[in-house]
């Protein structure tokens, strides 16, 4: 059963940073994408930010030019680079591989607070 973990999370002051990281287990496939998305209280599942497994990325416009996303050189890895975090981007950051089978993490969180 594929698996994909999620850490990182955490309370960070605005303007601060934070990195996520996403590991899966349970396949010897490539997922061709990764990719990340975060959740609010009373707000819809949205993009943070995409990449495929040759390095083309997808960002959110809301963190455009603030976060980055990243493919590790252990397979199947991907991280976030959180930069100049601001009050809204407190969420549940979730991890998504979209195929095969788009299997989701369980999440992790992230809180920018004073």
């Known amino acids: 059963q594929v698996q994909l973990v999620e850490s990182g999370g955490g309370l960070v002051q605005p303007g601060g940073s934070l990195r996520l990281s996403c590991a899966a287990s349970g396949t010897l496939s490539t997922f061709y994408v990764m990719g990340w998305y975060r959740q609010s209280p009373g707000k819809q599942r949205e993009l943070v930010a995409a990449i495929t497994s040759g390095g083309t990325t997808n960002y959110g416009d809301s963190v455009k030019g603030r976060f980055t996303i990243s493919r590790g050189n252990v397979k199947n890895t991907v991280s976030l680079q959180m930069n100049d975090l601001k009050l809204e981007d407190t969420a549940d950051y979730y991890c998504?591989?979209?195929?095969?089978?788009?299997?989701w993490g369980q999440g992790t969180q992230v809180t920018v607070s004073p």
């Open positions: 998504r591989a979209p195929d095969p089978n788009d299997t």
